[in-house]
């Protein structure tokens, strides 16, 4: 298990850019998968991005199609910490995010594991 706390969310106009971060704790930081999903009011929780580890110095992506080529997914391993880049940001992209970690990569695509509290993401036209 880790914990996991959420910062970066606040309110944008259609088009900027936020960063998330997710400060992670624990003994096994490294060899978790951790990832990003999103829920908007009155729907599901969604799957938005993951990374892992598969070597000292190579790493492993995964994103919704919605997000690709818009947010970007990084993990700083030193700072036991995970970004999420979102740029171009649209109406849509609003919602809570929230942050995943998880030792099976399966899981961390798809419903995820631990869990942040969640930050708020507003986007306006």
């Known amino acids: 298990q880790v914990q996991l706390v959420e910062s970066g969310g606040g309110l944008v106009q259609a088009g900027g850019s936020l960063r998330l971060s997710c400060a992670a704790s624990g003994r096994t930081f490294s060899s978790y998968g951790m990832g990003w999903f999103r829920q908007a009011p009155g729907k599901e929780r969604e799957f938005v991005a993951a990374i892992k580890w598969i070597s000292s110095v190579t790493s492993v992506t995964n994103y919704a199609d919605s997000v690709k080529g818009r947010f970007t997914i990084s993990r700083d391993n030193a700072k036991n910490t995970v970004y999420l880049q979102m740029n171009s940001l649209k109406p849509e992209d609003t919602a809570v995010y929230y942050c995943?970690?998880?030792?099976?990569?399966?899981?961390?695509?798809?419903?995820?594991?631990?869990w942040g509290q969640g930050t708020q993401v507003t986007v306006s036209s």
């Open positions: 995943t970690a998880d030792p099976r990569w399966t899981k961390v695509k798809t419903i995820g594991g631990s």
